[in-house]
């Protein structure tokens, strides 16, 4: 009786591989093999937007009375912060901030950027 060894597989190459898939798929080898090599959609990615800058802030102190004032720029000081003079808040600077401080900027001081 003989005995049968294990049949051992032949390694193809990436060509022979790439010709079997192709005529598989009815495809020219060119274009399998273009796919191939091409980056895959995880490999390809847009620059990332750059982290955005960290916020920015103001110290405001308040220089003069809020007293015979009109109402709404006592509420603008209370919006600040700002309830007694030579008191000094530290507010993010942004649009909506910087309004507020146009209505009452004969009020208040900007002490630090």
């Known amino acids: 009786m003989s005995q049968d060894k294990p049949a051992q597989k032949k390694r193809k190459g990436v060509e022979e591989l790439l010709t079997e898939v192709a005529s598989a798929a009815k495809v020219s080898p060119a274009k399998v ?65 910087r309004g507020l401080m146009l209505k009452v900027r004969h009020l208040i001081e900007v002490v630090a950027d």
């Open 33 to 97: 093999a273009a796919a191939a090599t091409a980056p895959k959609k995880e490999e390809v990615r847009a620059a990332e937007p750059p982290a955005p800058a960290p916020p920015k802030f103001l110290k405001l102190r308040q220089i003069k009375s809020s007293i015979c004032t009109p109402i709404d720029h006592k509420q603008t000081l209370r919006a600040l912060g700002l309830r007694k003079i030579r008191q000094e808040v530290t507010v993010q600077d942004n649009p909506s901030v």
